[in-house]
């Protein structure tokens, strides 16, 4: 147990609030309740400094590696975010051409509500955030490996995975992990999400469009792996409109 003096507890919020911006202690919030309470309810501001403290160090960062440090706090939210951009601004950090990592944090628990995912569903505010705020760097959608948009085809969570596509997350990343996961759920409609390309606008306009190149080459690795899932129409979709054909061992299975 971690004893608390007494008059610590006493102190001002606001004087609690200037000791921790200047110990930048992960500890000290979860001494006590009083405490824990106290900086959980802390505004956006408050947050915005300490976590800035805590990625500037002893050295001045760029602003890429302040944002990609920040997205990992579990407090920091777009309030948050808006708070450190503010920040950021009264200080004279060098700029760079490194891009913001997305954290696994934001895509781990990712869970279908009852009525179904839509756009207003986080984490896609957070993110159209980030990358319709030019003052802020370029985000990497395929940090990680690629894990955001494996995760979000797991979660069948198409809004994210469209959201995630249409900023440059590619369905290759980690050998194509993504697309394996659609082929074994059995999810024609991803699969066919992460490989074909659109045009919606010539699609609109009723105009001749001309054949996009798909995002990823299929093979018979993935055909393989529809065979053996049972997936018919995904074999199907391989087989007939791609011209996937199969090797020896998944032929023997058709």
Known sequence: MIFVPVGLQSLPVELLYELELYALSEFFPLV????Y???KLASPFFQAKYIIGRA???VAPAPSIIYTKALRYPLCNQLVLEAIQIHLKTLNLRLDDLH??????????L????????????????????YHTPEIPTVNANANQGYALTRAVHANFIPL???????????????NLAIKVAIRQRNIIMVKLLVDRSNSKERKAKAKRR????RVVLDSSM?????????????EYFYREKGVLPDMKTLKRL
């Open 56 to 58: 500037l160090g002893d």
């Open 100 to 109: 913001i990592q997305l954290p696994r944090r934001l895509f781990r628990a």
């Open 111 to 130: 869970e279908p509500p009852t009525a179904g995912w839509s756009d207003d569903n986080q984490p896609i505010p957070l993110l159209r955030y980030l």
């Open 211 to 214: 054949k996009l190149e798909d």
């Open 37 to 39: 309470n106290i900086f």
């Open 223 to 235: 055909l393989k792996i529809a065979v053996m899932s049972g997936a018919k129409d995904i074999v």
């Open 32 to 35: 006590s309740h009083h405490f």
């Open 161 to 175: 995975v469209r959201f995630l596509l249409a900023h440059r997350a590619s369905p290759k990343c980690h050998d």
